[in-house]
């Protein structure tokens, strides 16, 4: 059958470059260990950037091509000025870029081909959380709709599905994690 | 104590407009509720796109003064084009966002003045995981460590900690959240 023989790239993927790394983490399981970093910078009332430059990984610092500065805000209704997507709004598509990413390449370890893959993510807060006004009211969102398109073979659709438990950060928000704040004077 | 009289500005937040939306949400829980939202499209291999444009709350649907479009992709080593910060690289600029601006809007309605304010983010995740080499590896973060300095009286800086506390990203992390994957043809 054509669509089984083995092509370099698969869903755009450099099926060399992907199976190499996965070989050598298999091989050596301490190559698989990463540390990702960024750093913020406040610009006054709710604007702010985080810049994003390098990661530890394959037990080595590896800096990433260019420099990438990220910008949140706030609504006007939320007393911003609107020079960003807002913090809340960041989570989705932190969640919306892996869940796409996981999918698709697993998706190519399998030599399932997907032409196009579109996404709608919702997700609900109830601000008298943030605010304080009520403590029974969770501060972060409760619940969170992903909504996928995929042209694709119809058989393949529901594996996608499966695949997409895959990502790393849908499975950092359904577990949890823990987080520790420091703060000291500058 | 001058410091003490109330102005308009303060962590160049307008007070005016955040304490009416504070009130507002007091007198009417109903206008506290919020579906934020966003769209992503797969761009080939690991490069997608969300575009963030409109959000609901205070009982209407809200527009953003723009449209925002965020980028995400993988280093060369994870067989991308690095064309963007990863998706979990995203995730930790959604927590540094939202722990500055809970922090700063927090202090501010308790006329905390904070003068500069920068942190530095870092989080682990062994790729095991993800590439479904190691079944008792997480998928996810295991720990994420953030690291703020802030020019403060040093008298408010552990409360300044406190309010760090309110963030709904980091309240959705430590907590975590049911997050719901459909997936239909396109």
């Known amino acids: 059958m054509a669509e089984q023989v083995k092509t370099k790239m698969v869903n755009g993927i450099d099926m060399d470059v992907l199976q190499s790394t996965v070989n050598a983490i298999q091989e050596e399981p301490e190559l698989g260990k990463c540390m990702f970093r960024v750093s913020n910078k406040w610009l006054g009332a709710n604007h702010n950037c985080t810049t994003v430059t390098s990661f ?63 996404s709608e993510l919702e997700g609900d807060i109830d601000l008298q959380g943030f605010l304080g006004l009520a403590k029974d009211v969770p501060k972060g969102y409760t619940d969170i709709r992903v909504k996928f398109k995929v042209k694709a073979d119809t058989d393949n659709i529901e594996r996608l599905k499966d695949l997409a438990q895959y990502s790393p950060v849908f499975n950092t928000l359904i577990n949890g994690v823990n987080v520790d704040i420091q703060i000291e004077p500058k």
């Open 56 to 118: 530890y990984g394959a037990k080595q610092e590896i800096d990433h091509k260019q420099s990438f500065e990220i910008h949140a805000d706030e609504p006007a209704i939320l007393a911003g000025q609107d020079q960003g997507a807002n913090p809340v709004e960041h989570l989705l598509n932190a969640l919306a870029a892996c869940v796409t990413t996981s999918m698709v390449a697993h998706a190519a370890v399998r030599r399932i081909h997907i032409e196009e893959l579109e």
